[in-house]
């Protein structure tokens, strides 16, 4: 048998044929068809190289949402912080319990406020809790050291407001030649049920527009001052917060201080009864 495979190739055709059979130059040309070794290299380099810019740009945008989202909730924490502290002031309510610091004094009434540069109680109608919708609160506003030293923080005290909550806050009466009867309230003090009004502050301090009181053979109103003590003087016209910030950044919102006006027309030194 003859075994020799004869290849003919038609001059008017692209089909080789030979002795078993035939193929076409397609065939032919995809047999010669594919990639390098070092092509398959180079491209799965690019890939990867690829991959790598989309992961640090992915990275990148993320840490930026991430600083800009802390920037966002920072500057609200202080806004808001600030909100609820001139809403605190200006829900101040005039009331005068009795004192409850003596039992000789539980007949004789007081002005609740106490004004100091580092310490402020009162009695308020808006609450953390419940905005302007709950009970009144008494509130304890006052200065403490900050974190580790660092600067000085504003912190706030509430509890429900009771007639006899209130007069327990009074530890003595002493007779005063201009006010009649100086308050001494108790320390206020801090607890893990303390809130912070603002933080990381280079100082804090209050101050009052009161009407002083008029000492003897001296006109009865006297123009309003700006005092930093004004226990004993009545209810403010205004209060103002004094801060700043320790480490001043201008890329934050800061605290800044505010004033909050008190509408209140009523005299401490009238006695006021339903009939």
Not at 20 to 38: E, K, M, P, W, Y
Not at 193 to 198: E, Q
Not at 199 to 215: E, G, N, Q
């Amino acid at each position: 048998m003859n075994t020799d495979k004869t290849l003919v190739l038609d001059p008017c055709s692209s089909v080789f044929i030979c002795g078993h059979g035939s193929f076409t130059a397609s065939d032919a040309r995809s047999r010669q068809a594919g990639v390098t070794l070092i092509e398959v290299l180079i491209a799965v380099t690019l890939l990867s190289a690829l991959s790598v810019a989309m992961l640090l740009s992915l990275e990148v945008a993320l840490q930026a949402l991430h600083k800009t989202d802390e920037k966002l909730l920072a500057n609200r924490r202080v806004a808001g912080a600030q909100r609820v502290l001139v809403q605190e002031l200006e829900g101040l309510v005039p009331v005068q319990p009795p004192c409850m610091g003596r039992p000789d004094l539980q007949n004789s009434t007081f002005v609740f406020f106490q004004a100091e540069p580092q310490a402020m109680r009162l009695v308020s109608t808006f609450s953390l809790q419940q905005g302007w919708r709950g009970p009144a609160q008494i509130l304890e506003m006052f200065v403490i050291p900050g974190e580790e030293g660092a600067g000085v923080r504003l912190v706030v005290n509430e509890t429900p407001y009771t007639r006899i909550g209130a007069g327990g806050a009074c530890a003595d009466m002493t007779p005063d030649p201009v006010a009649g009867m100086m308050v001494h309230f108790t320390p206020v003090v801090a607890s893990p049920k303390s809130f912070v009004l603002a933080d990381k502050l280079a100082y804090c301090r209050f101050s009052y527009l009161v009407t002083p009181p008029s000492p003897p053979r001296q006109p009865q109103f006297l123009p309003p001052q700006w005092m930093t003590t004004a226990t004993g003087t009545g209810w403010p016209v205004a209060i103002r917060v004094e801060m700043a910030p320790l480490v001043a950044d201008p890329s934050h919102l800061q605290p800044i201080t505010v004033t909050a006006p008190i509408r209140i027309h009523r005299s401490w030194q009238i006695h006021y009864e339903d009939f």
